[in-house]
């Protein structure tokens, strides 16, 4: 949003987006908003405030006088599914507070926080912004705005009133709770009562769930599809003399892929950089993996480029990187059209590759917005743990890319029946890779099996064996196929089977250790 100037009773303020020089500020006013003194969630972190604009800048406001930060906003769009007023909790919403299940597809816009400097309190901040997220809301054609509320007082009136009883209270007029108060004269109706929303012992954890209904709002039209086309380069090693042969196999794929085919993503397989070492001269693993990490900028500006010159998403199959501390992880990195990069690192590792390579395994899980889809990446052995396929599920994923390299037949039926299973377990699409061909002078790299191929949930909306296309095994060529997104949701909603929807939480929790990180 560019800066604009409002006018009221106080006084002029400017409203504008903030930049990353403004998040210290922010961090600041937060803080002074929910002391800890309060026992609440903490206050926002530079990372998450940092990737709150990169997934969704028009969604975060803030309000200044003189410059000085008086007032912030923070909003994301989700998808709520079925039942848009279903409980849920704070950081399942925000996602652990970093947005990453931004979806710009939904249909809601949820209002993760608005607050205002305790000095400024009562001369119309806060409804400046949320007049300002109602403007936002109506602009984007979104169906409402959601949202939890604390109950601000409830610690109070505990032994008295039930949740539910205190916040009819409020709305009676026996109660004053200047949350939910100032939240009813801007317009939003309390839907229900969620237990264990947020760690805050003055609302006992409680929250309202609030609604407001956009009068604006307009049906897309019934049968919108969101389609996007895939290709899977099936890559075949064979002997180079020089990054610069490596380079041109690389680009003749990226642009077969998209100026031909009109591909939105592309996607190599795992440890195919692997073949710059037939370049160089024998030598051990471990030391020759070193190596291949020193050409980390090399590979990065190739893919950087080809992304760019294509306006592709480029799945890079993977590639070892070296680490601040010395160790090696093999990470799959994702360029945007823009060139711009993200790495998903390699969780689960295997015996082989710890032996041979003395690979690390990574402990962060990136759910990554792109314009047409969100996507996640598993890299090869990751596909065959069913807990991470499922966590970027309920972050909303909707195609799994897993590049992989295996060198028989049982190591590729691993991965490519496991795939197929996350696929129709989560209902999702899930695109997957090999590489193919010899490297008969690289250590732990001499032979291998591969047969790309794209698998889908197992329901009338797809093909009847789950498979949506599948190359020949073994040689080098590239698969390219359509994928309907919208098919994803109408299976989710309406299928002959709906197991995201039934997945017995009450028997069965995920929980999740990952490290956090400010990629997308």
Not at 483 to 503: C, F, H, K, N, Q
Request: charge should be negative; proline fraction near 6%.
């Amino acid at each position: 949003m560019e800066p604009r100037t409002i006018h009221h009773p106080a006084g002029a303020v400017t409203a504008r987006t903030p930049k990353v020089a403004d998040i210290p500020a922010m961090i600041r006013l937060h803080r002074s908003c929910f002391p800890p003194s309060m026992g609440t969630d903490e206050a926002w972190r530079e990372d998450q405030l940092r990737s709150h604009l990169k997934v969704f800048e028009d969604g975060q406001v803030i309000v200044e006088r003189d410059g000085e930060i008086i007032g912030v906003s923070s909003s994301l769009i989700v998808t709520m599914g079925r039942d848009p007023l279903r409980h849920h909790t704070y950081y399942g919403i925000t996602d652990d507070g970093y947005f990453y299940n931004h979806d710009p597809k939904g249909d809601t816009l949820y209002g993760a926080e608005v607050y205002v400097d305790p000095a400024c309190r009562r001369q119309g901040i806060g409804a400046i912004l949320y007049g300002l997220r109602r403007e936002l809301c109506k602009r984007l054609n979104l169906r409402r705005i959601l949202a939890g509320g604390r109950l601000w007082a409830y610690e109070q009136y505990a032994a008295k009133y039930t949740p539910e009883e205190y916040v009819h209270a409020v709305q009676d007029g026996i109660v004053r709770d200047p949350v939910m108060g100032f939240q009813l004269s801007e317009g939003f109706v309390v839907r229900d009562v969620m237990p264990n929303y947020i760690r805050d012992p003055r609302s006992r954890n409680y929250a309202t769930l609030i609604e407001w209904l956009n009068p604006h709002y307009r049906q897309p039209p019934e049968g919108e599809d969101r389609k996007v086309r895939v290709a899977c380069v099936q890559y075949s090693m064979r002997k180079i003399n020089s990054f610069d042969d490596f380079a041109e196999q690389v680009r003749y794929f990226v642009e077969t892929a998209g100026e031909d085919y009109g591909a939105d993503y592309v996607l190599f397989p795992e440890f195919f950089s692997v073949q710059l070492l037939s370049a160089m001269d024998p030598t051990g693993s471990r030391e020759g993996i070193r190596r291949l990490a020193d050409l980390t900028p090399q590979f990065r500006e190739l893919m950087s480029t080809l992304a760019r010159q294509q306006g592709l998403h480029l799945i890079a199959g993977s590639h070892p990187v070296l680490q601040p501390d010395g160790s090696l992880q093999n990470e799959a990195m994702m360029f945007r059209p823009d060139g711009t990069f993200v790495s998903q690192p390699k969780l689960h590792i295997t015996p082989s590759e710890r032996t041979w390579w003395g690979i690390n395994g990574g402990r962060s899980l990136l759910v990554i917005q792109t314009p047409k889809a969100k996507i996640g990446i598993l890299i090869c052995y990751d596909v065959e743990f069913p807990e991470a396929a499922r966590y970027l599920a309920e972050q909303g994923v909707e195609i799994l890319f897993v590049p992989y390299c295996t060198d028989n037949r049982q190591g590729y039926l691993r991965v490519t029946k496991c795939a197929a299973a996350r696929a129709i377990e989560n209902q999702i699409y899930v695109v997957t890779t090999g590489v193919v061909g010899n490297l008969p002078d690289v250590p732990a790299m001499d032979i291998h099996y591969g047969r790309a191929a794209v698998f889908t949930p197992s329901d009338f909306e797809f093909a009847r064996d789950g498979i949506q296309a599948e190359a020949d095994p073994n040689v080098e060529t590239m698969l390219v196929t359509d994928l309907d997104i919208t098919d994803l949701y109408r299976s989710r909603e309406a299928g002959s089977v709906t197991p995201l929807m039934d997945r017995r939480r009450d028997l069965f929790e995920l929980r999740v250790n990952l490290v956090s990180d400010d990629a997308p």
